[in-house]
């Protein structure tokens, strides 16, 4: 079986305890780049008063 590197160091071997992470360090490396949002997840479009176009708004 083939362990993957982790994904902020590429150390070799993942820590089963903070996989996908070798360490706890690379774990809260991740956690702040999420937090400061270097990271993140697409969302519906948003227009020029700030509001969302999706259509189940009421």
């Known amino acids: 079986m083939t362990r ?3 994904p902020i160091c590429r150390h070799a071997e993942a820590d089963p ?3 996908p992470f070798c360490s ?3 774990a809260d490396i991740d956690l702040g ?3 400061t949002g270097r ?3 697409p969302g519906p479009p ?3 008063n700030g509001e969302s ?3 189940d708004q009421a």
């Open 4 to 6: 993957a590197a982790c």
């Open 24 to 26: 706890k360090r690379c």
């Open 53 to 55: 176009d999706s259509e």
């Open 33 to 35: 780049r999420w937090f």
């Open 46 to 48: 948003v227009d020029e």
């Open 39 to 41: 990271y993140a997840v």
């Open 17 to 19: 305890k903070y996989r």
